[in-house]
């Protein structure tokens, strides 16, 4: 196997950077271009592996994420303010349980709050035994934390998804922070108390369990590790017991989290953490954002040379469930041409090899020495008070870094000074084209009102610091 060189894999750009260059702009391609990369083939229809729960219940490696369903417009509703398009949905989903695909995860924020209703339609023309339906108690706001609000959110939750008990259940993105009514930032062990514990809402829960109402009682984890060791701690003290835990997985994020993102813990630790216990997991973020379904020429020839036929968001799929206690990998599947991808890929499962897995870590080490921000594009961040189009920013940047077009110094020679003033004049113009100039980064004044919404805890402020002394150098070079 060849070894990767890290300045080949910054600065060769190729098959997988178009890809890049339109989905992480936030550009608008066809559906066709969206599916490039994706494997050909006949999609199996009865091999899909199955993973027992803690009740002896068969459930699908490939879960359907249902916050990327397509609008009227054909683009992803997590994007786009715009009502869904019901018959695509339809579509979507009866070919997934055509094929095997038996777990449909949802949340009310999810596709602008459509997507708990377009589920349950899609839904309800199946027989209930065909499927397992999850959702969230998404109380993000303070205006839901009272006891109240947050039973009439898990009951309003029920009626859109038209059944009368859940599969699974979860408490929403614990580990990050809020601000109270008053505007008050809270630290992450206050906001899970204020959202959960004090309101009595976990207590409420557990009852609803114990009376068959839900399931599978479980939590989806984003940010501060102490607020996941202290939710596992209660198991382990007798008082609690969790059914299934979702976590941030994939081959990056496996040994390589922190580097990353400081705040961020690697996914080998939670995994193992909940492997000990038995508790089964869900995974999300199998291609961080859809990162490692874009690498450049050198990665993506790595993989092709192991496996011509294999998309490359089929590596990460594969690592995504290789290990015995993964339960389900949500992808969220726009597309027909990406749901047939996941499906040929875990029909069956193929583990990956000692020296697969050693690959897939050489591509992980040099991806996440990049200086990029690990932004996933969730938008949790906007809208921001002041206009800045933080997503649009971050995404221009990553893109630009991942196709060489961020460079540390002119260089010396001829052709490092061309390359130089090629890259500069490309994220310049690049920039302007993507982001109006009213929206861009030197338009923040560190107000900090994103930070505690982004769930991949990134200092905004900080990084748009980063990124418009970049530009600025850039302008003056």
Known sequence: MKDIDRRDFIKVAGAGALATAVVAAGCSPSRETKAEGVSLGEVPSDKMTMRDNLHGEKVSLLGYGCMRFPTVEGESGREQDLPLDQDAVNQLVDYAIAHGVNLYDTAPPYCKGRSEHAVGIALSRHKRE???????????????????????????????????????????????????AAGNELDSMETLRRRFIDNGMLDYLCEEREKGHIHNLGFSYHGDIKVFD????????????????????????????????????????????????????????????????NLNDHAVELLKQRDPQASVASWAFRFAGNQPRILTVLSGMTYMEHLQ????????????????????????????????VPCTGCKYCMPCPYGIDIPAIFAHYNKCLNEGKVLN?????????????KARRAFLVDYDRTVPSVRQADHCIGCGHCVSECPQSINIPEQMRRINDYVEQLKQS
């Open 409 to 421: 110094d002119i260089g010396t020679d001829s052709d490092e000074k061309r390359a130089f003033r």
């Open 341 to 372: 991808d996941n499906i040929r890929t875990y029909s069956p499962h193929k583990p990956l090899a000692e020296d697969e897995l050693k690959m897939l870590e050489e591509i992980a080490d040099v991806f996440a020495n990049f200086k990029t």
């Open 230 to 293: 202290y939710l596992l701690s209660l198991q382990d003290d007798g008082k609690y017991h969790w059914d299934h835990v979702l976590i941030q997985h994939n081959y990056v994020d496996w040994n390589h989290s922190k580097l990353i993102n400081e705040s961020n813990t690697n996914s080998s630790y939670l995994y193992a953490e909940l492997e000990k216990r038995n508790i089964p997991v869900f995974v999300m973020e199998p291609l961080l954002g859809g990162q490692l379904a």
């Open 130 to 180: 065909e499927y397992f339906v999850s959702t969230k108690l998404s109380n993000f706001s303070p205006s839901t934390w009272s006891r109240e609000e947050s039973i009439k959110m898990y009951h309003n939750s029920m009626k859109e998804l038209q059944v009368d008990y859940l599969d699974y259940y979860m408490l929403h993105s614990i580990g990050g922070t809020r601000r109270d």
